[in-house]
């Protein structure tokens, strides 16, 4: 009797400690409810002992992703249900892929918890904040073309729509969100041809002034390789010019003289017409 009274005492004990006991998950704040209505301090992350008439709400405050798309790989599974954004924009509509990355701000959450009439925080995601983003999506993409979203001006996208959820979604929800980014942008099949069209167009255009630069680059070329071989020739003629002046400048009567004294005891009586020329008379 004694040790089945001992066993029963143990299970009390134990099924009060299980009743008496709550977690908060890593990364996650907890809001406090009963009967008696919502407490204004939250709890932190871990094991914490309370009345059993009393529960625990989860909001998290660190980094959450949430994902809009059409691709099943960006949710880490082989199916998913397309959450893809037909956002509007200037020239047509795009189908974006966005993923949005946010925590809730702990000051905020009992707030939260009460506006929102005891649902946490991923309940309040998936049935009122999701949607929410996407309409605020959709109120910012069309400042911008179909062609800065595609590729021109992607992160100035990313930017305007951070900064307008983080407006948003701050004084409604108390969230931070810290980036927004579209990870894919899909035109449909009429824009998508406009699309290749102009950036083939682009393409030519490089390709074109890439070919005239290169040809302007090779006429310069050209155009040093003449210059330097005409100066070669005029430094040569130049130099014969000089040599030749030297020559002519350096026939004096003096050398003239001289070089008939050198024939004439060379070849007899000669006559000299120039510095190297002989002329011999028969005697």
């Given at each position: 009797?004694?040790?089945?009274?001992?066993?029963?005492?143990?299970?009390?004990?134990?099924?009060?400690?299980?009743?008496?006991?709550?977690?908060?998950?890593?990364?996650?704040?907890?809001?406090?409810?009963?009967?008696?209505?919502v407490?204004?301090?939250?709890?932190?992350?871990?094991?914490?002992?309370?009345?059993?008439?009393?529960?625990?709400?989860?909001?998290?405050?660190?980094?959450?992703?949430?994902?809009?798309?059409?691709?099943?790989?960006?949710?880490?599974?082989?199916?998913?249900?397309?959450?893809?954004?037909?956002?509007?924009?200037?020239?047509?509509?795009?189908?974006?892929?966005?993923?949005?990355?946010?925590?809730?701000?702990?000051?905020?959450?009992?707030?939260?918890?009460?506006?929102?009439?005891?649902?946490?925080g991923?309940?309040?995601?998936?049935?009122?904040?999701?949607?929410?983003?996407?309409?605020?999506?959709?109120e910012?993409?069309?400042?911008?073309?179909?062609?800065?979203?595609?590729?021109?001006?992607?992160?100035?996208?990313?930017?305007?729509?951070?900064?307008?959820?983080?407006?948003?979604l701050?004084?409604?929800?108390?969230?931070?969100?810290?980036?927004?980014?579209?990870?894919?942008?899909?035109?449909?099949?009429?824009?998508?041809?406009?699309?290749?069209?102009?950036?083939?167009?682009?393409?030519?255009?490089e390709?074109?002034?890439?070919?005239?630069?290169?040809?302007?680059?090779?006429?310069?070329t050209?155009?040093?390789?003449?210059?330097?071989e005409?100066?070669?020739?005029?430094?040569?003629?130049?130099?014969?010019?000089?040599?030749?002046k030297?020559?002519?400048?350096?026939?004096?009567?003096?050398?003239i003289q001289?070089?008939?004294?050198?024939?004439?005891?060379?070849?007899?009586?000669?006559?000299?017409?120039?510095?190297?020329?002989?002329?011999?008379?028969?005697?």
């Open positions: 009797m004694k040790k089945f009274m001992a066993i029963f005492v143990a299970f009390l004990i134990a099924v009060g400690a299980v009743l008496c006991t709550e977690r908060v998950h890593t990364g996650y704040v907890g809001v406090i409810y009963s009967a008696k209505g407490e204004q301090q939250t709890i932190s992350q871990g094991w914490h002992f309370m009345s059993p008439l009393k529960h625990v709400s989860e909001f998290p405050i660190t980094q959450q992703r949430v994902v809009f798309s059409n691709a099943p790989s960006d949710y880490g599974a082989k199916e998913h249900a397309d959450w893809h954004i037909d956002a509007p924009a200037n020239g047509g509509t795009i189908a974006i892929n966005l993923t949005v990355n946010y925590n809730f701000l702990p000051e905020h959450v009992v707030e939260l918890y009460t506006k929102f009439g005891g649902m946490d991923e309940s309040l995601m998936e049935s009122k904040i999701q949607n929410d983003i996407i309409a605020y999506v959709k910012v993409t069309p400042q911008f073309s179909v062609m800065q979203i595609y590729s021109d001006d992607r992160a100035g996208v990313n930017t305007a729509i951070t900064d307008y959820l983080n407006e948003k701050t004084a409604e929800y108390g969230i931070n969100v810290s980036s927004a980014l579209i990870v894919d942008a899909q035109p449909d099949d009429t824009l998508m041809q406009k699309i290749r069209a102009k950036e083939q167009a682009k393409q030519d255009a390709i074109a002034e890439l070919n005239k630069q290169t040809a302007l680059a090779q006429a310069e050209d155009k040093v390789k003449a210059q330097t005409a100066d070669v020739k005029m430094i040569e003629a130049q130099a014969e010019a000089d040599a030749n030297v020559l002519s400048e350096s026939i004096t009567p003096e050398l001289m070089k008939e004294a050198e024939a004439r005891l060379k070849h007899g009586w000669v006559t000299v017409q120039g510095a190297d020329t002989v002329v011999t008379k028969g005697e």
